[in-house]
């Protein structure tokens, strides 16, 4: 007999090179010892400017650099701009760096993935704005790209990651009409990653709370996937652990060190393995994410946080989604209804947090639009990772749409 919460392949193939991890309180003060061990020399820090203006998280980065710090280029936005990318590429040619630091959110993450993309190409920028224009990506060159390391400072669990969005304006000159695309390729995986609770700590409590729900729902998703293995099981059920019991003090109003060095515990484990060649773990509920925020201004986490009670409902309502994990990694599994209780476990989290729960409160979709919406979640990638079994169809999208307005 067929355990409830097995996997419908018991085989499995594992690829993974996740980058060097170093975590724990002051880590980057080992900045200069890492770069010197990977052979980097000259460091260029990509940010936003509030991050680069903001002494409690650029001094500790630019300190822990030492010698290797070549300069600080602190003009990310939200936006993930090619523009952007293309005066990042002025700089790190300019400063002679042959390592991009990334600190701050995915943002600026993604950006130096895109910097490092444009320093390895011999394209000039107006092909390159063509090329995404044309085709929604950019092509990655074999080889030569400057190595990237991340130390993030939201929740947001985009570090072990080889993909990166970016978007490119008229006003650069670059592209005609407003585009939006993505990067993706084995050689964007952060050569290291520093996960340091003292940085996640000065980060402002609401934007560390948006953040959070795609952090941790990344790890919901990765027990589910249809690619589900062994190892991200482990690394999931554990790392959802730590995010459940984390994020209900951070919402709860703590600031104990414990809860930080926990948060960044969770979000390290939630990660680790859910982006591989070729394949992701990220689900249904990203894909409603995608949906929610590719041409609306609502927030991602704000996004996730209304819709993942309701997805997972759906969920339920059809197949297993291993619910048995996931009641042991959320902490329900003596719980007589255990979907129902890993509903409320999400849902709690998202309350406490202080995230929107209706989709009518934010600067989303109209009601008249849950149609176009539900028909681009159904077109997203992520939905391919959905449970087997599973078999959405525009109509119960729009019902979850529904539910959660």
């Given at each position: 007999m067929?355990?409830?919460n097995?996997?419908?392949?018991p085989?499995f193939r594992?690829?993974?090179e ?12 080992a900045?200069e010892?890492?770069?010197?061990a990977?052979?980097s ?11 680069g203006?903001t002494p409690?998280v ?11 710090l070549a ?6 936005t ?14 790190t040619?300019?400063?002679?760096a042959?390592?991009l630091v990334?600190l ?6 993604d ?10 190409s ?14 929604g990506?950019?092509a ?16 947001a669990?985009?570090?072990l990651s ?6 490119a304006?008229?006003?650069?000159g ?17 050569a ?6 003292e940085l ?20 919901i ?20 652990g ?27 484990l939630?990660q ?6 070729g394949?992701s773990?990220?689900s ?12 609306y ?19 339920f309502?059809h197949?297993d989604?291993?619910?048995d994990l ?8 003596e ?16 309350d ?10 934010v600067?989303?979709p ?8 539900a ?5 997203d990638?992520?939905m391919d990772n959905?449970p ?18």
């Amino acid at each position: 007999m067929t355990e409830p919460n097995a996997r419908t392949d018991p085989s499995f193939r594992f690829e993974y090179e996740p980058a060097v991890l170093r975590a724990g309180p002051g880590c980057v003060d080992a900045l200069e010892t890492e770069l010197a061990a990977q052979g980097s020399d000259r460091a260029l820090v990509v940010c936003g400017s509030t991050v680069g203006s903001t002494p409690a998280v650029i001094d500790p980065v630019t300190e822990g650099l030492g010698d290797r710090l070549a300069g600080v280029f602190a003009e990310t936005t939200p936006e993930k701009r090619l523009e952007t990318a293309v005066d990042g590429l002025e700089r790190t040619r300019a400063v002679e760096a042959d390592v991009l630091v990334s600190l701050g959110g995915g943002s600026s993450l993604d950006t130096a993935k895109v910097i490092s993309v444009l320093a390895a190409s011999d394209r000039s920028p107006a092909v390159v704005g063509r090329e995404l224009a044309e085709t929604g990506t950019i092509a990655v060159p074999d080889g030569g790209l400057p190595p990237v390391v991340a130390i993030p400072t939201t929740l947001a669990g985009a570090d072990l990651s080889m993909v990166a969005g970016v978007t490119a304006s008229p006003s650069s000159g670059l592209v005609d009409d407003e585009v939006g695309g993505g990067v993706g390729d084995p050689q964007l995986m952060p050569a290291a990653v520093f996960a340091d609770p003292e940085l996640v700590a000065t980060t402002p409590r609401s934007i560390l709370a948006a953040s959070a729900m795609n952090g941790f729902d990344k790890g919901i998703e990765t027990l589910y996937a249809r690619n589900a293995t062994p190892i991200t099981d482990a690394t999931a059920i554990r790392g959802l652990g730590k995010l459940r019991d984390g994020l209900l003090a951070f919402g709860r109003g703590s600031d104990d060190e414990w809860v930080f060095e926990t948060l960044v515990e969770g979000i390290l484990l939630v990660q680790y393995g859910i982006s591989r060649p070729g394949e992701s773990t990220l689900s249904i509920v990203h894909a409603f994410g995608h949906g929610l925020t590719r041409t609306y201004d609502v927030q991602q986490g704000a996004a996730h946080a209304i819709v993942a009670p309701y997805v997972l409902e759906y969920l339920f309502e059809h197949v297993d989604g291993r619910r048995d994990l996931l009641a042991e990694a959320l902490g329900v599994s003596e719980a007589e209804e255990p979907a129902a209780a890993i509903v409320d476990c999400v849902d709690d989290v998202g309350d406490a947090l202080g995230l929107p729960s209706r989709l009518r409160d934010v600067d989303g979709p109209g009601r008249s639009e849950l149609p176009d919406v539900a028909e681009a979640i159904l077109a997203d990638g992520m939905m391919d990772n959905a449970p087997a079994g599973l078999e959405p169809t525009n109509e119960e999208l729009e019902g979850v749409l529904e539910r959660a307005w």
